[in-house]
């Protein structure tokens, strides 16, 4: 079992920053954020595998989110810049072992963990 607990989340202003942090009770092979606007379908954001460090991206967010992790702390982060109205969401923190980063792009349903989530608004 991993618990995960996302914090950061907040209101910011279109072409703002926030940043994002999840820390997890303990290692994961492949940690990623997702995000669901009530009435939607939850949508991948972001993935990091643990060792290559190999990363995707959704195309949306491509070029203003950055994932990272801190292997020392167990947490993941998520640096939001440039932000849009759009990517008013929850965000979920999701982590699972060498399963959910074999899929690209990533599956939902592969990932058996995640975080309550955090809520994300932008205004513009």
Known sequence: QV??????????QAGGSLRL???AS??????????????KE??????????????YYADSVKGRFTISRDYAKNT?????????????????CAAGGTEPCSATPPVIRLFPYWGQGTQVTVSS
């Open 3 to 12: 618990q995960l607990v996302e914090s950061g989340g907040g209101s910011g």
């Open 21 to 23: 942090s999840c820390t």
């Open 26 to 39: 303990r290692d994961a092979w492949c940690m990623a954020w997702f995000r669901q606007y009530p009435g």
């Open 42 to 55: 939850r949508e991948r954001v972001a993935r990091i595998e643990k060792a290559t460090g190999r990363t």
């Open 76 to 92: 993941l982060s998520l640096q939001m810049n440039s932000l849009k109205p759009d990517d008013t969401d929850m965000y979920y």
